[in-house]
């Protein structure tokens, strides 16, 4: 579930509550019962780490790169 964040109107109280995206939006302050208004957050970043992704499955490194041109040149002499 995501977490929502919200900031009151009138007393400037801020809180987040884990809602589910079918929930109805919180309208009032649990402190002063004034109107709140959903913040757009930030999110979360995101990192892809190990197996898998670009950066180490995708990606074409220098050394095969050499490698490649290697092969390329010897096989333009022969």
Same mark, same amino acid.
């Given at each position: 579930m995501?977490?929502?964040?919200?900031?009151?109107?009138?007393?400037?109280?801020?809180?987040?509550?884990?809602?589910?995206?079918?929930?109805?939006?919180?309208?009032?302050?649990p402190?002063?019962?004034?109107?709140?208004?959903?913040?757009?957050s930030?999110?979360?970043?995101?990192?892809? +780490?190990?197996a898998?992704?670009?950066?180490?499955?995708?990606?074409?490194?220098?050394?095969?790169? +050499?490698k490649? +041109? +290697?092969?390329?040149?010897?096989?333009a002499?022969?």
């Amino acid at each position: 579930m995501p977490t929502y964040e919200y900031e009151c109107t009138k007393c400037g109280h801020g809180f987040e509550l884990l809602q589910s995206i079918h929930d109805r939006p919180r309208r009032r302050c649990p402190l002063c019962r004034g109107k709140v208004e959903k913040l757009i957050s930030g999110g979360i970043g995101i990192s892809f +780490k190990g197996a898998g992704f670009y950066a180490t499955d995708s990606r074409r490194t220098v050394e095969k790169e +050499k490698k490649e +041109k +290697k092969a390329t040149d010897t096989n333009a002499d022969a």
